[in-house]
């Protein structure tokens, strides 16, 4: 079955860098676009990044636009995030999100705390 597994998450201090990943398995991995999402406390999910199958195009939110990096390793089942230059408004549960035959399919997250 499909599986998404985020890892990576934690404390970081403001104006610092994290990178987190996705595993996927279930799928074929390579056929599909990925996107992040986050969930900050008491607010909605909103989406951070998009990247196509082969990883030549990507979409940001302007929040994030030029401070973070959406890439995938499709010979490792595995997409990422790098986040530079974080902001305490960046703290959230950050989950990684397939959609495969219109079903969305979801890891059950990583949380990225930004506070000094």
């Known amino acids: 079955q499909v599986q998404l597994e985020e890892s990576g998450g934690g404390l970081v201090q403001p104006g610092g860098s994290l990178k987190i990943s996705c595993a996927a398995s279930g799928f074929t991995f390579s056929r599909y676009a990925m996107t992040w999402y986050r969930q900050a406390l008491g607010k909605e999910r909103e989406i951070v990044a998009t990247i196509t199958s082969a990883g030549g195009t990507t979409n940001y939110a302007d929040s994030v636009k030029d401070r973070f990096i959406i890439s995938r390793d499709n010979a490792k089942n595995t997409a990422y995030l790098q986040m530079n230059s974080l902001k305490p408004e960046d703290t959230a549960v950050y989950y990684c999100?397939?959609?495969?035959?219109?079903?969305?399919?979801w890891g059950e997250g990583t949380l990225v705390t930004v506070s000094s």
């Open positions: 999100n397939a959609v495969i035959n219109d079903r969305y399919y």
